[in-house]
């Protein structure tokens, strides 16, 4: 079947004219109403975003603070740890000074008398541990004298007090002999004596000062490994 438009050219342009416009605006319509729901769904996707980003950094923080936490709790471990360490140092290495004067005492000879005993003890900044040396850790001097001129009164006295250890102290740690005098000591200074001429009638004595080195009440420092360097990368060419 056939369709022949009998209208002039005017009026068909004008009849096509509406639906032109309709469909531009329809168009239009439509682009405004995608570009309006693009917006919107951007904004709630940064909105989501922005939520997103700040619980991260809420996270990031409270796991910045557990660690700052954690920091804490392990410096405070190796402070104890150190307190306890002095403090088991200090009371495994204490002289009992009680019982080693009785021991003293029970060791002196009838024939010799002390009538003064000074103990000299280091700080622990004093210690210096130089190598080839042997570091003491104070020394205890006992003024000393005999009853008559005889100097093997004091070499009874020295043997006395150090029960002949001397043969093994560098086979064993003596120290964990509670009963044995020489057990917190190194040695002996030189035997050495001088003569005190009586007076008005009382008779020559021998005079002794016998000085013995304390073992070291702290344990020398172990050295401190230099910090390890990672090898340097060259530069690519």
Request: glycine share 8%.
């Amino acid at each position: 079947m056939i369709k022949i438009n009998l209208l002039p050219p005017e009026l068909v342009r004008a009849a096509s004219l509406p639906k032109l416009v309709f469909y531009t605006l329809a168009g239009s319509v439509v682009a405004v109403m995608l570009g309006g729901i693009a917006s919107l769904w951007m904004w709630i996707d940064t909105g989501n975003m922005k939520r997103g980003l700040e619980n991260r950094r809420q996270e990031i923080a409270l796991v910045e603070g557990q660690a700052s936490e954690l920091d804490r709790i392990n410096e405070d471990i190796a402070y104890y740890k150190e307190r306890e360490k002095a403090i088991i140092q200090i009371k495994t290495r204490r002289i009992l000074w009680a019982p080693k004067l009785d021991q003293l005492v029970a060791l002196t000879p009838p024939d010799i008398w002390i009538t003064k005993l000074q103990m000299d003890t280091l700080d622990p900044g004093e210690y210096r541990w130089e190598d080839g040396k042997r570091q003491t850790g104070g020394q205890l001097s006992l003024t000393c004298y005999s009853e008559g001129t005889d100097p093997s009164s004091f070499t009874r006295f020295r043997s006395n007090l150090s029960e002949d250890s001397r043969l093994f102290a560098s086979m064993i740690d003596v120290s964990a002999l509670p009963d044995h005098f020489f057990g917190d000591f190194l040695g002996f200074s030189p035997h050495a004596w001088t003569l005190v001429e009586g007076e008005e009638g009382e008779p020559s004595r021998l005079q002794s000062t016998i000085q013995i080195d304390l073992k070291p009440l702290y344990e020398k420092p172990k050295p401190v490994a230099p910090p390890v360097r990672a090898p340097a990368k060259g530069k690519k060419g």
